[in-house]
């Protein structure tokens, strides 16, 4: 997850309606408006979103999505389970244990079908493994997904959630390691902030989620709320029928399709975001119907180290609305 802060955004935004009376689209049908909150200020991973909203995929599936970036990384599930939004970019496990929470959302598709996250540190720091985190302070930026990580990978040390402070860092990742505020930093992504400190020559290393106890795991998942999908099914379902064009679109002309993205988003890092998107280019979705067996699994292990009070059923954390 990239450090720099997000555009600020007016809280007017979040406030209006899910569905705007919509213009009309190329053919003369009405287009259907809808609010899409990022995961993040707009990076490398949103690319073959912004490709499809730039290059006119969603408006060929009757839709106009306005990106709004969050004021706060924890916002994304409270902003569509409240209704705010009607969409969400999110992360296989957030999803689960805000849903064990009682949160109204569910994972109606995919952006990013692999494990980014890790425990970021710099070489200098002297960590080498879990049990090397006693005493350090770990930051960390989204609640429900970084602390229940960062929880199950330190126990691979033998260590107890006292041994070590956690610090919400927000979206400072890594700013806060390059400053000496944390000592690791759980939620960074190997395909970003690695490169990030690489390009401040500070040599750093993670900790791998999957060699740490956690199994395999949509880190980018396209959400939405259970009010929303009583009726908005069908938008759903071209919402992530456009994405995955705009995935499709992303692989066979990646020059192109991050162009798009970084002529729309001139603030940010080009270098670092053009690098990133290359690693992260084969790990974009090849399919928006998800694997039900991994969400049961993920679910059967978030209950059993703890992660949530009880067994979600999976009809309750994912629709394929994508599906035949």
């Known amino acids: 997850m990239p450090r720099l802060l997000p555009i600020c955004w007016p809280l007017l935004l979040l ?3 899910l569905a705007l009376p919509g213009a009309a689209g190329a053919d003369g049908q009405p287009v259907q408006r809808h609010r899409l909150i990022l ?12 490709v499809a909203r730039d290059m006119g995929i969603f408006r060929k599936y009757g839709l106009e999505i306005e990106f709004v970036p969050p004021a706060d990384p924890n916002d994304p599930l409270k902003l569509v389970a409240a209704g705010q939004a009607a969409f969400a970019i999110s992360y296989q496990p957030s999803v689960i244990i805000a849903r064990a929470e009682g949160l109204p959302v569910k994972s109606i598709g995919v952006l990013i079908d692999h494990t980014l996250s890790c425990l970021l540190y710099l070489k200098k720091s002297g960590i080498e493994k879990a049990a090397d985190l ?24 033998g260590l107890q959630p006292g041994d070590y402070t956690p610090v919400n860092i927000r979206f400072n990742l890594t700013s ?14 190997w395909t970003y902030e690695l490169l990030e400190l690489e390009r401040e020559h500070q040599p750093a290393a993670y ?76 790990l974009f979705a090849f399919s928006q119907v998800q ?20 067994l979600v059923p999976t009809d309750d954390l994912l629709l394929n609305v994508a599906a035949p």
Not at 144 to 157: C, H, K, N, S
Not at 214 to 228: H, L, N
Not at 291 to 310: D, H, I, N, T
Request: aromatic content about 10%; some cysteine; glycine content about 6%.
């Open 207 to 282: 900790l791998a989620l999957e060699k740490h106890g956690v199994p395999r795991y949509s880190e980018m998942v396209v959400i939405s709320s259970d009010a929303f999908l009583k009726t908005g099914r069908d938008a759903a379902r071209r919402l992530v029928l456009a994405i995955q064009e705009g995935i499709a679109f992303s692989r066979a002309k990646p020059a192109q399709a991050f162009q798009v993205f970084a002529r729309t988003n001139p603030e940010a890092n080009e270098a670092l975001d053009r690098a990133a998107f290359a690693i992260t280019l084969p």
């Open 39 to 50: 995961d993040w200020f707009p990076n490398a991973d949103h690319v073959p979103l912004y």
């Open 291 to 310: 694997p039900r067996k991994r969400w049961a699994r993920w679910a059967k292990f978030a209950q059993e180290q703890g992660l949530v009070a009880r």
């Open 134 to 157: 006693r005493g350090k302070k770990i930051g960390y930026s989204v609640e429900t997904i970084d602390l229940p990580m960062m929880r199950v990978v330190t126990a691979r040390g």
């Open 15 to 17: 406030a209006c309606t």
């Open 176 to 189: 806060s390691l390059l400053t000496g505020q944390v000592d690791a930093v759980m939620g960074a992504y």
